[in-house]
């Protein structure tokens, strides 16, 4: 595959997720905001989009099997989103908070930075669990029944939302607030990196942050760029 600079990021990264390993690499947003291009991403952050290219081309040749999401149907991949990454969110949710709270106590008074990530993270565990439930009650059972509907070749009743596009905009919102509000974790934990004087807690609740944010920047990455666009387009076959 031939990579260009003119490509949508979050179109690459869906045709082939280990495009995400060098858009991480140079922090550029592939989830949230995947819809620019390469060059308009580079221009940004003043990046050679050359360098961009050529990584972009070591990392898809390689030998390394990618899911390819774009096949599945839509109602497997809400599943597939509700069952591996909104129950990761839960567990690791009620993981991470008693980590967050003890190294505060132990190592607060020397690294104040810990009192603003604990509360960035328990803003995000509150924020989070809304959405997931709106995307488990409203916006993935509508998917569910415009797939059944499009396989039955049968008529679909018009939701009390009007168009599944109202709801994923409110979803995508959500994503982009959340996705800010891991920039700013990364920053005050100079990019998940224990300090000296950090014990094993304090280090293992960096590198479950950092997990997190990876795991989020996946399952934004599949919603935004492969599962809504699909379900809106499958809308408009369906009424049209």
Known sequence: MEIKENQNIGELVAQDYRAASVFKKYKIDFCCNGNRTIFEACEK??????????????????NETSIDFQSWPLDLLADY???????????????????????????????????????EFLECAGAFAAHMKKEELIVFPFIRKMVASKNSKQPINKPGFGTVQNPINLMMDDHEAEGERFVRISELSNDYT?????????????????????????????ENNILFPKAIEMEKELTH
Do not use: M
């Open 45 to 62: 952050s003043k990046i050679d989009p050359s360098k961009i290219l050529t990584d972009l081309d070591a990392a898809t040749q390689t």
């Open 81 to 119: 989103i509700e069952k591996k990454h909104h129950r990761y969110v839960e567990e690791k949710t009620l993981e991470i908070k008693p980590y967050l709270a003890k190294i505060c106590k132990v190592h607060g008074e020397h690294h104040p930075e810990l009192f603003k990530i604990n509360e």
């Open 194 to 222: 224990p300090p000296e004087d950090a014990c094993n807690t304090y280090r293992v609740t960096l590198a479950l942050l950092k997990e997190f944010e990876d795991d989020l920047h996946l399952h934004v990455h599949l």
